[in-house]
T-cell receptor, first 118, second 112 residues
Framework: GAVVSQHPSWVICKSGTSVKIECRSL??????MFWYRQFPKQSLMLMAT?????????EQGVEKDKFLINHASLTLSTLTVTSAHPEDSSFYIC??????????????FGPGTRLTVL | KQEVTQIPAALSVPEGENLVLNCSFT??????LQWFRQDPGKGLTSLLL?????REQTSGRLNASLDKSSGRSTLYIAASQPGDSATYLC???????????FGQGTRLTINP
C-alpha cells in the first residue's frame, strides 16, 4: 500500500507553454500533498504544501502565479507550470502524507516528473 | 531554522561490509524522522520512519536509530549488497509544521 503516482513521467515543451503535472495517491487518502523541485546532484527543495479544499502554502521565493497548485480531491493534486521557460527545467517530485494506519504521518513520494523546456 | 546535515556526502565500500550513515539536525523539537532512498532519476522510497517517541526502527538489513536530545540519527546497513547503491536522504518534520526538512544526502556505492 501507500503508492503515489505522477503523470507524466517526463515532458518536453516549448518556451511559453504551460505544463500540468498530476500527483495521485492510489490507495490512501491524503489531505496534504507536497511539491518539490530537485536540481541535478542536489537535495529536494520544497516548493509548496497543497491542502485539499484550500489554497496551497508556498515557500519563500516560489512564485505562486507561476506554479499553480490545485488539490481538488483527497487523492489528486496538480501542479501547473505556467509560461514555462528553460530555467524551469527540473525534476519535480510530489509526496502525500498518510494520516491513518501504521505509518501515521509518513510521507510517500511519487516517481517524479522530468520537465525540459526548450 | 532547522538544518539537517548528512555525513559523509559520499561513501564507497566493498560488498558485504556493514556500514553506518549519519544524520544530524539542529532543532531537537521534531515530530518524526524519515530515511529515504533515491535511485538516479527516480523518486524517493521511504525506508524507515521513526516517531519522536521512538529510539529505533528496523526493516530487514536496515536499522535506524534516533537520539533526539543530541540531534542525531544513524542508518545502519548490514551485509551491504551492490543493489544498495543509491543516495540516502534523511529528513525531519518539525513540531507544529507539516513539511519535511531534508539533508543533502549520502551517495552510497557498494562495489562487487
Amino acid at each position: 500500500g501507500a503508492v503515489v503516482s505522477q503523470h507524466p513521467s517526463w515532458v518536453i515543451c516549448k518556451s511559453g507553454t504551460s505544463v500540468k503535472i498530476e500527483c495521485r495517491s492510489l490507495d490512501f487518502q491524503a489531505t496534504t500533498m507536497f511539491w518539490y523541485r530537485q536540481f541535478p546532484k542536489q537535495s529536494l527543495m520544497l516548493m509548496a504544501t497543497s491542502n485539499e479544499g484550500s489554497k496551497a502554502t508556498y515557500e519563500q521565493g516560489v512564485e505562486k502565479d507561476k506554479f499553480l497548485i490545485n488539490h481538488a480531491s483527497l487523492t489528486l493534486s496538480t501542479l501547473t507550470v505556467t509560461s514555462a521557460h528553460p530555467e524551469d527545467s527540473s525534476f519535480y517530485i510530489c509526496s502525500a502524507r498518510r494520516l491513518a494506519g501504521a505509518s501515521y504521518n509518513e510521507q510517500f513520494f511519487g516517481p517524479g516528473t522530468r520537465l525540459t523546456v526548450l | 531554522k532547522q538544518e539537517v546535515t548528512q555525513i559523509p556526502a559520499a561513501l564507497s565500500v566493498p560488498e558485504g561490509e556493514n556500514l553506518v550513515l549519519n544524520c544530524s539536525f539542529t532543532d531537537s523539537a521534531i515530530y518524526n524522522l524519515q530515511w529515504f532512498r533515491q535511485d538516479p532519476g527516480k523518486g524517493l522510497t521511504s525506508l524507515l520512519l521513526i516517531q519522536s517517541s521512538q529510539r529505533e526502527q528496523t526493516s530487514g538489513r536496515l536499522n535506524a536509530s534516533l537520539d533526539k536530545s543530541s540531534g542525531r540519527s544513524t542508518l545502519y546497513i548490514a551485509a551491504s549488497q551492490p543493489g544498495d547503491s543509491a543516495t540516502y536522504l534523511c529528513a525531519v518534520v518539525i513540531q507544529g509544521a507539516q513539511k519535511l526538512v531534508f539533508g543533502q544526502g549520502t551517495r552510497l556505492t557498494i562495489n562487487p
